[in-house]
Structures are given as C-alpha cells and as structure tokens.
T-cell receptor, first 114, second 114 residues
Framework: KAGVTQTPRYLIKTRGQQVTLSCSPI?????VSWYQQTPGQGLQFLFE???????NKGNFPGRFSGRQFSNSRSEMNVSTLELGDSALYLC?????????????FGPGTRLTVT | QKEVEQDPGPLSVPEGAIVSLNCTYS??????FMWYRQYSRKGPELLMY????GNKEDGRFTAQVDKSSKYISLFIRDSQPSDSATYLC??????????????FGTGTQLKVEL
C-alpha cells in the first residue's frame, strides 16, 4: 500500500506571497492532519480534516487554511507569507474514528520564505 | 510551560546498549501515548502506541506509561547504528476529547556509535 505523499517536496517563496501544499493520504484513510515542524517549536498541530470537514484546529492565525476533497486528498494554503512561516509542513493520515492515534506521516514539504 | 517535555539530547550510546528515552506531560486528559522515529529529512514514523497506563513490547522496543506520574518511556534493547534518529513522543486525548490532534515533545536526538 502506498504511503502518504506530499507535493511539492521543496518550495521557495517570497514574503507576502501565498502557497498551496498538497497531501494524498493512504488509500482508505479518511482523516488528514497537518503539522508545522520548526527547530524552535517542534511539531505543532495546524488542523485536521475528516470527510471534507475541519474537525480540529490548532493555534495558528487565519492565514493558514485547508480543505479536503471527496477523495480524501487535502490541501493547505498559507496566505501573506512571513519569514517565520519557513518550516517543514507535514501531513499525516489515519483511518479516523477509534484508530485516530495511528497517524502516518508523509515526507513533508520544506517551505523557505525569503 | 509546554504540555509535553522531552530532553532534546543529543544522547550518544555504544552499539548494543539499552537506550532509555523519556517524556513528561502535564495534561491528565491524555489517553493515548505514541512514539515516533524521525530520520533526517524524513517524516516521522510511528513506532508504537499505548493506551492508558501499562507496558507494550514490540521486538527490541518497549513502551511504558505511568499516568500517575505523568511519565512515559521508550526502551530500545540491543541498540544498532540504524537506530540513530530523533525520537518524538506524542499524546492525544482520544476521539471524544480532541480528535486527531497529537501533542508532540520536541524530540530526543539519539546516536548509536560502533
């Protein structure tokens, strides 16, 4: 079974621009969560989608948004990029429900904001 | 104060040693406890999870949870150079308590030397 895939793997953007990251979960998984990983803060939860609905949201500004499609694929958007948004953005998928804790991560998208 | 505390290391041990990795937490609502391994430039890989207190063994890995002390551990027996990675603990409240949101420690960097 194929794992979680994320595209693109690397991205360089300029401050003020916006960016869209994509995540394809493991086949059969309906829940997709997004995390931001930085050296200073570690892994921080952004939001979770289940069956196209945002079910959970972390403490990030409204510039960070996401959506999920009917095939469970998810996108994350960051508008008006700031230098501090430079990070590894990780997507994790799970079956959902009682198996929520078994989350499988993709390789991440490395975003650099200049 | 962070909800989950983890010593960042680095921790250096000789091949064959028993490794002990630990996390403490402050939120008594956490019910699920996970350990992830992350190699450089890769996404985190789920090693094992435990529900509530107790021990769980999987090959060379043993996870322990002591909810009364809010303390969890991961033991690695007969450590190998291939175990060199960053180990992250993660916790969640369960489906009814917060869905898929995982709260991570900052990770402990482990190096197993020949």
């Amino acid at each position: 079974k194929a794992g979680v895939t994320q595209t693109p793997r690397y991205l360089i953007k300029t401050r003020g621009q916006q960016v869209t990251l994509s995540c394809s979960p493991i086949s059969g998984h309906r829940s997709v969560s997004w995390y931001q990983q930085t050296p200073g803060q570690g892994l921080q939860f952004l939001f979770e989608y289940f069956s196209e609905t945002q079910r959970n949201k972390g403490n990030f500004p409204g510039r960070f948004s996401g959506r999920q499609f009917s095939n469970s694929r998810s996108e994350m958007n960051v508008s008006t990029l700031e230098l501090g948004d430079s990070a590894l953005y990780l997507c994790a998928s799970s079956v959902g429900g009682q198996a929520h804790h078994e989350q499988y991560f993709g390789p991440g998208t490395r975003l650099t904001v200049t | 104060q962070k909800e989950v505390e983890q010593d960042p290391g680095p921790l250096s041990v000789p091949e064959g040693a028993i490794v002990s990795l630990n996390c403490t937490y402050s939120n008594s609502a956490f019910q699920y406890f996970m350990w992830y391994r992350q190699y450089s430039r890769k996404g985190p890989e789920l090693l094992m999870y435990t529900y509530s207190s107790g021990n769980k063994e999987d090959g060379r890995f043993t996870a322990q949870v002591d909810k009364s002390s809010k303390y969890i551990s991961l033991f690695i027996r007969d450590s190998q150079p291939s175990d060199s990675a960053t180990y992250l603990c993660a916790m969640s409240r369960g489906v009814t308590g917060g869905g898929n949101k995982l709260t991570f420690g900052t990770g402990t960097q482990l190096k197993v030397e020949l």
